[in-house]
């Protein structure tokens, strides 16, 4: 990144700025797709690595419609809506240009004509909604309360004191099996924390991954209003997006909080949890964002072998493939993608364990035949398991 133009150097950037000195996403945006298109030199290398369908067009075509105030033809409008933002195109690049950025630069000049999918995930997202988006969150609020009361404290609340710890789980408070665990392992560890999640807390990363910079630039600020109330030393999540919007939060406002995975937060408690093999053979599918773009694969594999055998998937961290959650299954090749990625897992091992809650998510809606887990069951598992259940062992 150091040759990123307007690059003005960590410490000289003024509070609340974006990336390299930038106030906005979209100023940001602006500046590097255009350097980008001027590195292109063409080489299709992008287009090879991306496994998303699309059309026939070349390059020239893709830089044509990804500069500012171009239109851009239907055949590259549903190319830019099938992306997912997995970022397999940026590693194979030879001139170091962004083609995920310089793609979701194209979504944001399509903003006004988003396929519905797209709008109905945004519709009830964030804490600027509008009007019929603030009524559909309340809705919805109301109902999960009643459905999960256990959780209902946790959902749409704002911690107000001091809190050494902060978990945020943002909109996948909802998540109601993902939550339960989550509080169950924290309150285990026993230090003291506080709960940030709602709808009305949403990163700002989905509307940004949508191409609603200016939304996702005030989500981002919303956020950051509400965390330092808490003052926290320490922010946990288990959403790959909310650990980047909390990564941008920090580098925006010159915070000195340290942003943890959920999993990296307990492994620095592991001797708070039993040590038993829970599980004798699982696999890992990583997640773009965690694995490729914070090489954060480490923190998986460090959790399964303490508590199970790992069988590797043959594309694995930086090399992962997406679970094709960002484009709302618009791609029709989206399911095919998952059935070969869960037919593999389930060649290897009983059980795929995935590093994020999207992906996880994602992958439960189906039956593929094999389970799907995440991290943090495994956690659980070993306070359940002892050294008894489903052939648990002492590794
Ligand atoms: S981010 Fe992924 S889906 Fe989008 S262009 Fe790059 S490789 Fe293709
Ligand atoms: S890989 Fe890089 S240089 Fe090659 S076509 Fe894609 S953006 Fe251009």
Not at 35 to 42: A, T
Not at 201 to 227: M, N, S, V, W, Y
Not at 329 to 350: I, M, Y
Not at 371 to 390: D, N, V
Request: glycine content about 8%; aromatic content about 8%; overall charge positive.
């Amino acid at each position: 990144v150091s040759e990123v133009p307007g690059q003005r150097g960590k410490h000289a950037r003024p509070q609340g700025t974006w990336d390299h000195g930038f106030s906005t996403i979209k100023e940001f945006m602006v500046e590097w797709v255009s350097r980008d298109i001027e590195l292109c030199i063409g080489c299709k290398r992008c287009m090879e690595a991306c496994p998303v369908t699309k059309k026939h067009f070349g390059i020239g075509e893709l830089n044509h419609a990804t500069e500012v105030g171009t239109g851009v033809p239907e055949s590259i409008k549903e190319f830019a809506w099938n992306c997912v933002q997995c970022g397999r195109c940026v590693p194979v690049c030879p001139a170091g240009a962004r083609r995920d950025y310089m793609v979701l630069f194209i979504k944001h000049k399509l903003r006004g004509e988003a396929p519905r999918s797209y709008k109905r995930y945004l519709a009830i997202k964030g804490p600027f909604p509008g009007i019929p988006g603030k009524i559909g969150q309340t809705i919805y609020a109301m109902t999960q309360k009643r459905k999960h009361r256990g959780l209902a404290r946790f959902m749409e609340t704002l911690p107000r004191e001091k809190t050494p710890l902060l978990f945020y789980p943002g909109c996948y408070v909802y998540v109601a099996d993902v939550m339960k665990r989550t509080l169950r392992l924290l309150d285990h560890v026993g230090k003291p924390y506080a709960v940030l999640g709602g709808l009305t807390t949403c990163c700002g990363i989905p509307q940004l991954l949508h191409g609603e910079f200016e939304l996702a630039d005030r989500c981002l600020d919303a956020l950051h209003e509400k965390i330092m109330p808490g003052d926290p030393s320490i922010i946990i999540t288990a959403c790959a997006e909310c650990f980047e919007a909390l990564l941008r939060i920090k580098a925006k406002f010159g915070e000195d909080f340290e942003v943890l995975t959920v999993a990296e937060y307990l492994l620095r408690h592991a001797d708070r949890f039993p040590a038993v093999r829970v599980r004798e053979k699982v696999t890992l599918h990583d997640s773009c964002r965690l694995a490729r773009r914070y090489r954060k694969g480490n923190v998986a594999r460090e959790v399964v072998a303490r508590f199970a055998g790992l069988e590797e998937m043959e594309r694995t961290r930086e090399n992962t493939m997406c679970c094709y959650y960002w484009n709302h299954d618009l791609d029709p090749a989206n399911h095919q993608h998952r059935v070969e990625r869960t037919a593999e897992a389930g060649r290897k091992a009983q059980a795929m364990v995935c590093d994020c809650i999207s992906c996880y998510d994602e992958y439960i809606k189906d039956d593929y035949g094999i389970e799907i887990i995440e991290l943090l069951h495994l956690f659980e598992e070993s306070l359940e398991t002892g050294a008894g259940r489903k052939g648990g062992t002492t590794p």
